[in-house]
């Protein structure tokens, strides 16, 4: 069983195959236990969490002095019971006070996972993963809470995310409502964090957790190219491959916060959840509000360890539709071909080379709408420009499928250009602060999804497109952050809902969307990867990584990546040499191997690609039709980060394991530098791998133990082996 309560010890015991996370009750007290290796059983509770008199904390039960919540590693912190560490929960009630006394009234155990309604989440059937629903009530609020764990047994994951519903006839202003908390104690933790900005997302920190707090978060209305919604504590020694982790990501697409603070006693919280700036949600009678989902993973075999179980989960329990599994078109994208310099002919001549090549779908980019001929106008109009498509979005939908590709599409629906019919139109669908001026980014401002109306146009305008023409693939894009996020549609006591409203709508939109057109492929886009979360991967299985394409930086930004989301999520195309935003000349061999480690696709002018380049794209396209299956649903091992090496190196194994493809690709060639020696991971020791490209074999154990020898001769040098497993036994 995944979940077990033990009635007289009055502790929950949430296991999955190797892990356990454990809580329970201390007096009135949910107090957190213990979160890691197995463990089936605990002596009583009282042994097993620190407390005891402390000066100056206080207690709220004078018949037990010496258990004071503020010294206690709580599961459920309010603000209110002597705990003075930031709390999950903060709201004021209509008496103006804003505390909050839950106490524990029933608990029930399910099996499956119900949807947690307006927002994204993991799902699994009754097989696969089992709840726990634990509800609290306030009696003198007349709040319920109710705080849900969703085990995922062979995953070995854990989901939070809680509910509070007012059952009271007075209104209650939600300030903070956090999705997970939990209370290490005892422990010297670092803590890993994926920081960058546009052109440069999800670099590697690792810092030891000082006193105090420290926070990563959001308040730019979507997750953001700076900080990434996961963070991990980690063991001073543990490494990629060894030690315990301890990781946190929550699904959600806005404005978020991910802390650990560190108190007088060295208990680290770490928390997660929607960011507290900047938000209140008004809780009328017989309302719910629920909070985004927070996963939590344990491994303790070191960072690669946590990363294989989120690619897993987010493969298979996250991402969703008919492209979850099966192999992605290779697509040819207009952007960093052509901008906004493009016309029919341009298109076609483009997509016959695309077909040459190997290339399965041609993605008309920004451009193709209203009177768009830059960045300055139009967003919102999403009509074909009669210029540039004299024959509309479906005419040309015919012309590339009779070249023999597939068609897809850009959009950017939830921006609007003052350049445009619809902000003439309607000058207050745009998110701002009225009164105030309206800041623009890109020359452009963001639509009100918090108004469902608004969110329903947009739906009927995006389906009207879809229904019309033949597109099997939709490339959603979004190009600015929130700055005045306030709503002409909301009164002024809600008007600190807007930005997670957006989201809901969002949200929306996204849902209505793709079930509705279920074989149309969508990928995420926010300028680049600045909405890289799993949040998005719910509705697009993939994500535009990066609007950076330069091969070598494009190591560090998908091995970043990796450390939450799997490749499969990641699109990454080939591009030209000169990078466009770079300046930066690298070999197009380096540039086709570092985009088959994600989704791959091109990015390029090829009718003036040379035609060495051309041989290559068009080799490479070859080899990844034959591995993306490899790539797409195998697993990954890093096995040397271009973080702190010259060198980055991966490591794909195939689900049966048969198949093994190695990625090996210099930054700068070290001359007379030390040797490089690969050992590979999670092969047989006693099977024969053969490489038919070089005509080698190896053993299992060889290629673990001894590893392959790597000649270094140049910058940006890039290998790529592919090993088979021979059936037969050495
Ligand atoms: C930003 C995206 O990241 C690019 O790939 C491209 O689609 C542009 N927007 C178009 O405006």
């Known amino acids: 069983m995944a979940i077990v309560f033990n009635e007289s010890q009055r502790i929950f015991y949430l296991h999955t195959k190797s892990t356990s996370y454990i809580f329970g009750f201390l007096n009135n007290n949910l107090v ?4 890691g290796e197995k463990l089936l059983e605990i002596p009583d509770v009282k042994v097993c969490v620190p407390y005891c008199k402390r000066p100056q904390s206080a207690y709220n039960d004078p018949e037990n002095i010496d258990i004071q919540p503020d010294n206690l590693p709580l599961e459920f912190p309010l603000y209110g019971n002597t705990d003075l ?55 003198k ?25 007012n059952c009271s006839d007075k209104n209650v202003v939600i300030q903070k409502a956090l999705s997970a908390n939990v209370d290490f104690f005892g422990n010297e933790f670092e803590i890993v964090s994926l920081c960058g900005s546009v052109l440069r997302e999800r670099e590697i920190q690792r810092l030891p957790v000082p006193f105090g707090e420290t926070v990563f978060d959001s308040k730019r209305g979507a997750s953001g190219h700076q900080r990434n919604p996961f963070i991990a504590l980690v063991d001073k020694n543990t490494t990629e491959d060894t030690g315990r982790v301890y990781g946190f990501s929550l699904v959600y697409s806005g404005n978020f ?57 987010y493969r298979e329990n996250l991402c969703r539709g008919k492209y979850k599994k099966i192999p992605r078109p290779i697509v040819l994208n207009t952007w960093e071909t052509m ?72 959009v950017e629906p939830e921006m609007i250009s003052e350049n445009s019919k619809l902000y003439s139109d309607h000058p207050d669908w745009c998110i701002h602060v009225p009164g105030r001026p309206r800041s623009r980014g890109r020359h452009q401002l ?31 894009d979004m190009n600015r952050n929130m700055t005045e996020a306030g709503s002409a549609f909301l009164p002024p006591d809600r008007q600190r809902e807007t930005a997670h409203r957006y989201m809901l709508g969002l949200y929306y939109v996204l849902e209505t969307l793709t079930s509705k057109f279920p074989d149309v492929l969508f ?49 990454a195309h080939v591009s030209k040499s000169l990078n466009v935003n770079t300046r930066r000349i690298t070999p197009v061999k380096t540039r086709c191997d570092v985009a088959m480690m994600g989704q791959f696709g091109l990015e390029l002018d090829i009718g003036t690609t040379p035609d060495d380049e051309l041989a290559c794209i068009s080799e490479s396209i070859k080899k990844y039709k034959e591995i993306r299956d490899i790539i797409h649903n195998g697993d990954m091992y890093r096995i040397k980060s271009p973080f702190d090496s010259n060198l980055a190196v991966w490591q794909f194994i195939s ?35 053969t490489d038919k490209e070089r005509g080698l074999t190896y053993s299992g154990n060889a290629l673990m133990n001894l590893g392959l020898y790597l000649k270094d001769n140049s910058d940006f040098e890039s290998r790529v082996f592919l090993f088979e497993k021979e059936t037969k036994k050495q």
């Open 32 to 35: 957190h236990i213990y979160w």
């Open 85 to 139: 560490r930031g709390p999950m929960f903060h709201a004021m009630y209509e008496d103006g006070s804003t505390i909050s006394d839950f106490k524990y009234v029933s608990h029930k155990i399910l099996s499956g996972k119900s949807k947690l309604s307006g927002l994204p989440a993991t799902y699994g059937d009754e097989n696969e993963v089992q709840t726990l629903e634990i509800e609290f009530f306030d009696e």
């Open 141 to 165: 609020t007349n709040v319920k809470a109710i705080l849900s764990y969703s085990v995922f047994y062979n995953k070995n994951a854990i989901t939070r995310h809680a509910r509070y519903l």
């Open 257 to 313: 916060v991910m802390g650990a603070e560190k108190d007088s006693h060295g208990t680290i919280r770490v928390s997660l959840g929607i960011n507290p700036f900047d938000f209140s949600w008004k809780l009328e009678e017989g309302e719910e509000f629920v909070t985004p989902e927070a996963v939590l993973v344990y491994s303790g075999d070191g960072i690669g360890g946590m990363s294989r179980i989120y690619h897993r989960l």
């Open 339 to 410: 901008h906004f310099d493009f016309d029919e002919d341009k298109l076609i001549k483009l997509a016959q080379n695309g077909k040459e090549l190997g290339a399965e779908l041609l993605v008309l980019d920004d451009g193709w709408f209203g009177k768009r001929d830059d960045d300055t106008s139009s967003l919102g109009d999403w009509t074909p420009h009669p210029g540039k498509l004299p024959d509309g979005l479906s005419g040309l939908a015919e012309k590339i499928k009779a070249v023999g590709l597939k068609f897809g599409l850009w």
């Open 446 to 476: 963001i639509l009100d999804y918090s108004n469902r109306e608004i969110c329903d146009y947009i739906i009927s305008v995006i389906s009207d497109i879809l229904e019309n023409a033949d597109i099997s693939y939709i490339k959603w």
């Open 523 to 571: 990928e995420g886009c926010a300028a680049g990867g600045g909405r890289f979360d799993g949040g998005i991967l719910h509705y697009c299985p993939q994500i535009w990584t990066s609007d950076n394409s330069d091969a070598h930086d494009r190591l560090e930004i998908q091995y970043g990546t990796s450390i939450v989301y799997p490749s499969c999520t990641m699109a």
């Open 655 to 689: 689900q049966d394991k048969n198949k093994v493809i190695v990625f090996a690709v210099n930054k700068l060639f070290k001359i007379n530098g030390p040797f490089i020696n690969i050992r590979l991971c999670d092969l047989d020791g006693d099977c024969i791998y």
